[in-house]
């Protein structure tokens, strides 16, 4: 074999792909790229530079404004973190520029956010809108299946794996994300003696990293990247943690602390409804969070309890609804869905009484629209729905999906399936909800 031809093959530095493959390279001094990878990298400098110029022209007001169309309601806490975003982004130099540079320009410390509100408020919904708004990587991380060093269970560092995966693998986007750590409230301290390796401890191992703190993107066993590669590491003292939990008991303890009106032993306390029930960080301490942690979060929202008038408002306002949602589920099979003003109001009222927030409307709206769904794209295009408040009702009462449809009369009026006997005995019947009424046959071929 002549020199020539044992000359070493040109490799791709980022996909590993040699020169005999069809895709051609372009070679430099010691280095090759493909042209799938320069078209590639090409995208990604437009991505970072379009959402560069995007986040450079935000303000607070233009935060809370995208936040009030995808979230109802909580108007005081969506203005608080709308600045503590603000400030956060314009800390790391995301947003905003300096009018007149200063010679010493004070060091702006790190602000976490810590959010406490009932389930269904909206917690992790403000948090993931404001990081597509940004157009910054997003997490969210359940610290309840983290534990301390030592014990079975996911490690502090799989939240920031999971951020770089999020930033598909670009860590130095993922050193500028959002982590929303869930469920922070169930770190509480137990009581003394038990024995606490998801709690406390988990509380300990976290306040490097909200500080900020290089850390190794290995995992406990040691696996990452090819074999023999030296493990990477991140910074994470430009990531945002916005932590959340239901805090259940907490506005006792702000009752007992500010809003009490009892004298003598053993007087009860009463909340005085005139005065603020906003948490403090005592609060937060007394309900068993570590002094330290709680620290680490200078910036602390609280979220209301949503009552009716809310809960029926998202069922139809917010950007890309649940009514939306379903509505386009049945026009890709080519039926037109419609809910009367009063079912729309039945569903609210069923979600307030399961006091499960905004999550509990989904799940009514399953149950009421189960069996349509599986039977409609048996059906002639061009069926116009309409649900009705006795739908909803006999959902919620029988708790269970919608049953076979019977043909449709012709005067439209609604049909009603009669019980059907269940399992292999036959011995009990299940209580199934009406069909919602076929209002009109559009012709087929018609838009829906």
């Not at 022209?57 to 309601?73: C, G, K, Q, W």
């Not at 330290?292 to 309890?305: C, D, N, T, W």
């Not at 006795?390 to 012709?410: E, K, L």
């Amino acid at each position: 074999m002549t020199p020539s031809l044992r000359r070493k093959l040109a490799y791709c530095s980022f996909c590993g792909v040699n020169e005999l493959a069809a895709v051609p390279l372009i070679t430099g001094t010691g280095t090759a790229i493909c042209v799938d990878c320069a078209k590639a990298g090409i995208a990604a400098v437009e991505g970072r530079r379009r959402r560069r110029n995007t986040s450079g022209r935000l303000t607070p007001s233009m935060l809370l404004a995208r936040l009030d169309e995808h979230v109802i309601a909580q108007g005081a806490a969506k203005r608080a973190l709308s600045v503590a975003v603000y400030n956060h982004f314009k800390r790391i130099g995301k947003i905003g520029e300096r009018s007149q540079p200063s010679d010493r320009p004070a060091r702006l410390a790190k602000s976490n956010i810590l959010m406490a509100g009932p389930s269904g408020t909206g917690k992790t919904l403000l948090a993931e809108t404001l990081a597509v708004t940004l157009g910054v990587p997003f997490v969210v991380a359940d610290v309840t299946s983290i534990t301390q060093a030592g014990y079975a269970g996911e490690d502090t560092e799989s939240i920031f794996r999971r951020l770089v995966t999020a930033a598909d693998g670009d860590v130095a986007a993922a050193q500028h994300g959002i982590v929303f750590l869930d469920e922070v409230d169930k770190l509480a301290k137990r009581e003394a003696g038990a024995l606490d390796v998801s709690g406390e401890g988990v509380q300990q191992s976290l306040l490097k990293v909200l500080e900020g703190t290089e850390v190794s993107l290995a995992t406990r066993s040691g696996a990452d990247g090819p074999a023999g590669s030296e493990a990477r590491r991140m910074d994470t003292s430009n990531i945002l943690f916005i932590a959340g939990g239901a805090f259940v008991g907490l506005d006792e303890i702000v009752a007992e602390r500010g809003n009490s009106r009892g004298i003598g032993f053993g007087a009860r306390v009463v909340p005085d409804p005139e005065t603020t029930t906003d948490a403090e960080p005592q609060d937060l301490i007394s309900y068993g969070l570590l002094p330290e942690f709680v620290g680490r979060f200078p910036v602390v929202v609280q979220l209301e309890q949503l009552g009716l008038a809310e809960l029926r408002r998202i069922i139809s306002e917010p950007v890309d609804s649940l009514l939306a949602q379903y509505e386009e589920l049945f026009r890709l099979d080519g039926h037109v869905l419609s809910f009367t003003e009063e079912a729309l109001t039945a569903v609210a009222e069923s979600a307030q009484s399961r006091q499960t927030g905004a999550r509990g409307l989904r799940a009514i709206l399953e149950s009421t629209l189960l069996g349509l769904m599986f039977h409609s794209p048996d059906w002639d295009p061009g069926q116009r729905l309409v649900v009705e408040a006795r739908h909803i009702t006999a959902a919620v009462a029988a708790d269970s999906a919608m049953p076979a449809p019977a043909p449709a009369s012709p005067e439209g009026e609604a049909q009603t399936s009669p019980s059907f006997e269940a399992g292999p005995n036959r011995e009990h019947t299940e209580r199934r909800a009406p069909l919602p009424r076929v209002v009109q046959a559009v012709a087929p071929g018609r838009p829906v």
